[in-house]
């Protein structure tokens, strides 16, 4: 069985025109000489328009730039011009400023991810994953759950506009043992599982009686100073002090967190000065901030840093930024010296017709920097706005009108350093403590998608200031079968993490 959207596309045509009829066989005739045998969608060529067939937008990636721009075009878009099709490995799009507060617990999982298929209710949402894309043959090749249960490969989805936004993912260096022991952070699965690890190191440390056992497990070392770093770290270290209180034998000054950062500063996004007072704010809570230190290995679940430091440790979180999503490498587009897509101001993939990108995926340049050449920084900020113009611009594309160039001078941003502590540098105002905190929390609950997550998000924050917070670990979810292979006897014991 093909699975849905190609199967679907391929249904819905059956029975047309002639024309349609071999515009449809030399689509596939492409196709199969590439070897391609399986799950083929039709070609949507501008050679076969009519109502029943609008041009495709396909777009890779639900995240901010997919999301805000699917959303975008399913309001503007009239009956008929065009369909929409977003997909993307998962069903929702992630609000990733929120995971540190979801690791800290103040916010459910659930609510910090947006559901695709309510948000987008005009698009079709296809669950699965580019694994390549041939825009000289306009198709794109995907991978959904179906077609990896069945064994057939991939699908092949064809398309008249691509809007190309997988986003980023974590940069790594080989550094010996970092695959084996770190722990990434831009995941709502990595955010809740790190809470349930960091809980769970608790538990281990106050059940064991060797002291080797029990320092590493309290021992927590974080890499990358960014705003990622520092806000999980700020967070899960003020949820973790707090829960030590619960635990007989554990003091809060018996766990240890380590921030290393290779370069003299942290979080660069708040500008210097309150970066300097971020890192006071750490250091008055007991964290070792490092600066000008590096990594140098976590092999055999011991931290050493390039300053001669070693930390036997059960837990290495890793943030050091991100690269580009390694399927750009997978298409035919130009892609600059980093591996982003190279775009126009107006966010269309350079020299390309038809192909447009955004976000953390694509070098965009930008137009309010006072030296040329610079490009926009991979951030929400920009993702969003970028977002809007790149859908307006598409429509403006199908359409005939011109397009507008994405412009936005960067305004600064806001982080949280844990419950009522924060740190601000936006519009040129400089806030920190309480003031910052609570303009980190109003800042995001005014940007968080939809009006449900709004109120689901806020009715927590309420909730969590009237009750004490909540500290259990539920790392055995990520074993559901335990039980029951116990009661069936299968001999099979799931390891501790
Ligand atoms: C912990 C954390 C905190 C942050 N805090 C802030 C902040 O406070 N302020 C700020 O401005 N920025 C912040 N950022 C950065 C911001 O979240 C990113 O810059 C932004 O998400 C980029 O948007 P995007 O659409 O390019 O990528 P994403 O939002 O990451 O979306 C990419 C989407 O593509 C999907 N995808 C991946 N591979 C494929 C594939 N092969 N096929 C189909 N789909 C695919 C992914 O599942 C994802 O849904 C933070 C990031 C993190 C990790």
């Not at 959904?144 to 691509?162: N, P, Q, R």
């Not at 660069?268 to 890192?279: D, L």
């Not at 993939?349 to 694509?362: R, S, T, Y």
Request: with cysteine; charged share 30%; proline share 6%.
């Amino acid at each position: 069985m093909v699975s849905g959207p190609a199967r679907e596309g391929h249904e819905r045509h059956e029975g047309h025109d002639e024309r349609r009829k071999e515009g449809r066989d030399q689509g596939h005739d492409e196709q199969r000489d590439e070897g391609h045998d399986e799950g083929h969608d039709e070609r949507r060529g501008k050679d076969r328009p009519g109502p029943e067939h609008p041009p495709r937008i396909l777009i890779v990636g639900g995240g901010y730039v997919g999301m805000y721009a699917a959303l975008r075009l399913q309001r503007k878009l009239r009956r008929g011009e065009a369909q929409v099709m977003v997909v993307d490995p998962e069903p929702y799009m992630t609000y990733q400023p929120f995971l540190p507060e979801a690791a800290a617990g103040s916010i459910s999982p659930r609510h910090v991810v947006v559901p695709l298929r309510r948000t987008l209710d005009k698009c079709e949402v296809v669950i699965g994953e580019a694994v390549a894309i041939s825009h000289a043959k306009r198709t794109a090749t995907i991978k959904t759950l179906a077609t990896k249960e069945e064994g057939t490969g991939a699908v092949h989805i064809s398309y008249d506009e691509l809007i190309l936004a997988p986003g980023s993912i974590s940069r790594t260096l080989p550094v010996p043992g970092l695959a084996e022991y770190g722990i990434g952070f831009k995941t709502v699965e990595e955010a809740i599982g790190l809470r349930n690890h960091v809980l769970e190191q608790l538990d281990i440390a106050s059940s064991t009686r060797d002291p080797d056992v029990r320092d590493a497990a309290l021992t927590f070392v974080f890499v990358g100073g960014g705003y990622a770093g520092v806000e999980a770290l700020a967070e899960l270290e003020d949820m973790a002090r707090y829960a030590s209180r619960y635990y007989h034998n554990l003091q809060p000054d018996d766990l240890k967190f380590i921030l290393v950062e290779a370069s003299g500063r942290i979080l660069p996004e708040v500008g210097e000065e309150m970066g300097r007072y971020a890192i006071r704010e750490l250091r008055g809570r007991n964290i070792d901030v490092r600066l000008e230190t590096r990594l140098q290995s976590c092999e055999n679940r011991v931290a050493v840093l390039s300053d001669g430091a070693r930390f036997p440790t059960r837990t290495v979180v890793w943030t050091t930024g991100v690269k580009p999503h390694p399927v750009l490498a997978a298409t035919d587009l130009p892609l600059d010296q980093r591996g982003r897509l190279k775009c126009t101001a107006a966010l269309r993939v350079d020299g390309v017709e038809h192909a447009w990108a955004a976000g953390d995926a694509a070098a965009v340049p930008d137009l309010t920097a006072d030296e040329p050449g610079k490009e926009c920084a991979p951030n929400a900020q920009h993702a969003v706005r970028q977002a809007k113009v790149l859908a307006r611009n598409v429509l403006a594309s199908l359409r005939g009108d011109g397009l507008e160039d994405y412009k936005h001078k960067y305004v600064g941003s806001v982080a949280s350093l844990g419950f009522h502590k924060g740190v601000a540098h936006v519009y040129g105002k400089k806030l920190k403590g309480y003031p910052a905190w609570f303009m980190h929390r109003a800042y995001h609950l005014s940007r968080v998608p939809t009006f449900n997550r709004k109120a689901r998000v806020l009715s927590e924050w309420i909730l969590s200031g009237l009750f004490k917070r909540e500290i259990v670990s539920l790392g055995s979810l990520e074993n559901p079968r335990a039980e029951f292979e116990l009661a069936a006897d299968t001999g099979r014991h799931p390891e501790a993490s």
